[in-house]
Nanobody, 122 residues
C-alpha cells in the first residue's frame, strides 16, 4: 500500500505560479513512476505529467508542455508539479498517483492522493 498526500494548491491570479507537492509513504517510493492528473467537475481524470523512478525520465501532455514541470526527490519521498503562467482554465482538483510502470494511462496508476484544489482567478 502506498499513501499519497497532495498539498500546495490554493487561489492564485492568472499569470501566477504554484508548486504542488505530493508526499508518499513507504520504503519503495523510488521504484514507482509518479504522475499528476487533474479532474474538473463532471469530467474524467486528465493526464498532465509523469516521471519515472530512479532515473527521473519525464513525459508531458502536449497541452501543458512549457508551463508544467514535474520533478521528484526520492530522498524525501516527494514528487512536485511546478505550474507557471497559470490560466483560469487550469482551475481543477489536482491529484498525484503512483504506478509500477511509466505511462500516461489512468489505469496504470494503482494509488492516488486525495487531491488539492487549484483555483485561478481571471
Amino acid at each position: 500500500q502506498v499513501q499519497l498526500v497532495e498539498s500546495g494548491g490554493g487561489l492564485v491570479q492568472a499569470g501566477g505560479s504554484l508548486r504542488l507537492s505530493c508526499a508518499a509513504s513507504g520504503r519503495t517510493f523510488g521504484s514507482y513512476s509518479m504522475g499528476w492528473f487533474r479532474q474538473a467537475p463532471g469530467k474524467d481524470h486528465e493526464f498532465l505529467a509523469a516521471i519515472s523512478g530512479r532515473t527521473g525520465d519525464t513525459y508531458y501532455a502536449n497541452s501543458v508542455k512549457g508551463r508544467f514541470t514535474i520533478s521528484r526527490d526520492n530522498n524525501r519521498n516527494t514528487v512536485y508539479l511546478q505550474i507557471d503562467s497559470l490560466k483560469p482554465e487550469d482551475t481543477s482538483v489536482y491529484y498525484c498517483a503512483a504506478s509500477p510502470t511509466f505511462g500516461k494511462a489512468v489505469i496504470l496508476y494503482d494509488y492516488w492522493g486525495q487531491g488539492t484544489q487549484v483555483t485561478v482567478s481571471s
